[in-house]
């Protein structure tokens, strides 16, 4: 079996919802991609592979971007009531679903956490980073980090840059979608980083976080990085942080999740496979944001899975066997 980890839909009242509040042209884009909101066209896509499910995520954009803090938790309710649905429904098709939260609505988002998990039966939560232009690592989001340590889920972490943040400080926008291709990986491994250094994972030792895009750009840095952190403990800040964490700040690093969405690079899959061990990386898409409206991802991160090098053994722990244990299905 192949456990897609990470993909996308809009299931069909949360999505008139979204498009009641979100810009006009999204609605454009959302149409023609059949396989985000129509349930026969994503599963004639998924019959093309064998043993082929799906946990499911909702789709961009997130729900703060989208409405005021009472809104958002409205919007999310919704959603996640639909993605429940959708499980009990077609069981063999979706395991489970993961909820979406309202973040710029955090006495909510942890109700709705609550409500999500305990009563709806979802397998953990996305948020995004930036969250309303926030890090992650803002005193007010930590308590939904300790509420998903205590649950033993997994949060699924989804870069959610746009073209409004610049390449260049005296440009209006960002260009040639720079903003997602190199600026999401980006984002996803600054979001890491920052959490270790806010001692996250010494708090929450069994926190679990799913990295979208193979840990965006931290397993080909990763000594990089090392320097960076070694350069850093003669500063004041760094020997603060030094003295704050039981290891090396670097070693937090790989304990992150991560997925196989690398766009078919076999290459990439084992960089970040040394990077993170067998144990926890996970087989995932990104279905159906392909140019094909979705066969394209699942065929081509099967493809690279396939051209690895790693062990049958190995592949069946990506494939579905951590997807299985981190979601507790």
């Not at 937090?252 to 766009?263: E, R």
């Amino acid at each position: 079996m192949k456990i897609d980890a990470y993909n996308h839909i809009l299931p069909g009242k949360y999505k008139q919802a979204c498009l009641k509040a979100a810009p006009p042209e999204l609605e454009a884009f959302f149409e023609s991609i059949p396989a985000l909101w129509d349930l026969p066209a994503r599963f004639k896509i998924m019959d093309m592979f064998e043993e082929y499910v799906q946990v499911l995520a909702l789709a961009h954009p997130p729900l703060e971007t989208l409405a005021a803090p009472e809104g958002a938790a409205v919007l999310a309710r919704l959603a996640n009531d639909e993605m429940a649905e959708l499980v009990a429904k077609y069981p063999t098709r979706f395991l489970a679903a993961i909820a979406a939260l309202p973040m710029n609505n955090v006495d909510e988002a942890l109700k709705e956490t609550e409500r999500a998990i305990e009563d709806l039966g979802l397998k953990g939560v996305q948020i995004f980073t930036p969250t309303g232009g926030r890090a992650l690592d803002a005193p007010e989001f930590l308590p939904i980090f300790e509420k998903m340590a205590e649950y033993d889920l997994p949060i699924l972490l989804h870069p959610a840059r746009d073209a409004s943040l610049t390449d260049y400080p005296a440009e209006e926008k960002s260009r040639y979608q720079m903003w997602r291709t190199l600026g999401w990986p980006y984002d996803t491994a600054v979001a890491m980083t920052r959490l270790v250094c806010t001692g996250l994972f010494e708090k929450y030792p069994n926190l679990k976080i799913l990295t979208h895009h193979l840990g965006g750009i931290v397993p080909y840095l990763e000594q990089r990085i090392r320097e960076g952190f070694d350069k850093m403990e003669k500063t004041p800040d760094g020997k603060a942080l030094f003295q704050k964490l039981s290891r090396h700040p670097h070693d937090f690093l790989s304990m992150f999740h991560a997925d196989t969405v690398t766009t078919g690079s076999a290459e990439a899959l084992e960089c970040g496979l040394k990077f993170f061990g067998e144990d926890r990386v996970l087989f995932a898409t990104d279905m159906p944001f392909d140019t094909v409206g979705g066969s394209e991802y699942v065929a081509h991160t099967i493809g690279a899975i396939t051209r690895m090098r790693a062990t049958q053994k190995v592949k069946q722990k990506i494939y579905h066997q951590n997807a299985r244990r981190l979601f507790q299905l």
